[in-house]
């Protein structure tokens, strides 16, 4: 099930919606720094982290699917969001260095296709970031996030979408430690959460957050371990034939 974009964008305006931008805004931005010449497309409900990047990707945009909806982004000067269709993205062939999926892969009608459609548009070296319901997290079983709708996944779930869809994870990690609740002093002690969380239990965050890169050529699968071949004993009749 998607959420309409007027309840995601309902959800960041309200402070358990700021946190949570806050937050995993400061771990997107951990992993891509200097993107100055870089081209930065967003696809699904990305554009409260996008704006971390104005001013510094040469060239930004949202993507946001029809199943959803769009909103004009930024509100201010001239709109870069874009309302298609993600069995067909409307970008050329290695045209995106890096492609941010939030609220995306999860609610997806058709995940594989869609995977392929984001290795398309990828130059030879971009890179993805997906962040993605926690299957083992307590936001994935509560509908009162965006979060909690959807497919949620497993790391090795993930992996193994990704690799075949020849992208090859280089970093994982974690976010959202806190239960997803809108209390303010649970608001307010947010980041200890995440620092406690990170480091006693960082299989039960809320959401993964993964990098991975672009492959260019498929792997050929794990190598054949070697067979250990029997060992010949001799019987009792072939020793006596042998003595003899």
Same mark, same amino acid.
């Not at 704006?51 to 945009?61: I, M, N």
């Not at 004009?72 to 999926?101: M, T, Y």
């Not at 993605?132 to 959807?150: I, K, S, Y």
């Given at each position: ?11 960041? *305006? ?15 931005? *951990? ?12 696809? &699904? ?11 510094? *990707? ?22 870069? @969001? ?11 062939? &290695?045209?995106? $260095? ?28 971009? !890179? ?11 936001? *994935?079983?509560? $509908? ?11 790391? !090795? ?13 280089? $970093?994982?990690? &974690? ?6 609740? &809108?209390? +303010?002093?649970?608001?307010? @002690? ?21 990098? +991975? ?24 009749? @072939?020793?006596?034939? $042998?003595?003899?």
């Amino acid at each position: 099930m998607q959420l309409d974009v007027e309840e995601l964008r309902e959800f960041y *305006a309200a402070p358990l919606g700021q946190t949570v931008r806050r937050l995993l805004t400061h771990r997107i931005r *951990a992993r891509w720094r200097g993107l100055h010449r870089s081209t930065l497309i967003g696809l &699904g409900y990305s554009a409260p982290y996008l704006g971390a990047f104005r001013g510094e *990707a040469q060239h930004l945009g949202a993507l946001m699917p029809d199943s959803q909806g769009a909103v004009r982004w930024p509100r201010d000067g001239a709109s870069q @969001s874009v309302l298609v269709d993600d069995d067909r993205l409307p970008l050329a062939d &290695g045209s995106v $260095d890096r492609l941010l999926a939030v609220h995306c892969l999860e609610v997806a009608e058709h995940t594989r296709h869609l995977l392929r459609e984001m290795w398309r548009i990828l130059a030879p070296e971009g !890179r993805i970031i997906l962040v993605v319901p926690n299957r083992r997290g307590v936001w *994935a079983r509560l $509908d009162n996030t965006p979060f909690g709708f959807g497919r949620p996944y497993s790391r !090795r779930q993930l992996e193994q979408l990704l690799v075949g869809a020849m992208f090859t994870p280089v $970093d994982w990690g &974690g976010a959202l430690y806190f239960p997803p609740l &809108g209390r +303010a002093v649970l608001l307010r @002690s947010s980041t200890a959460w995440e620092r406690v969380g990170e480091s006693v239990s960082p299989a039960f965050c809320g959401v993964m957050i993964v990098e +991975a890169r672009k492959e260019l050529v498929a792997p050929i699968g794990k190598p054949a371990k070697a067979r250990r071949l029997p060992q010949l004993v001799p019987s009792a009749t @072939s020793a006596r034939r $042998d003595r003899s």
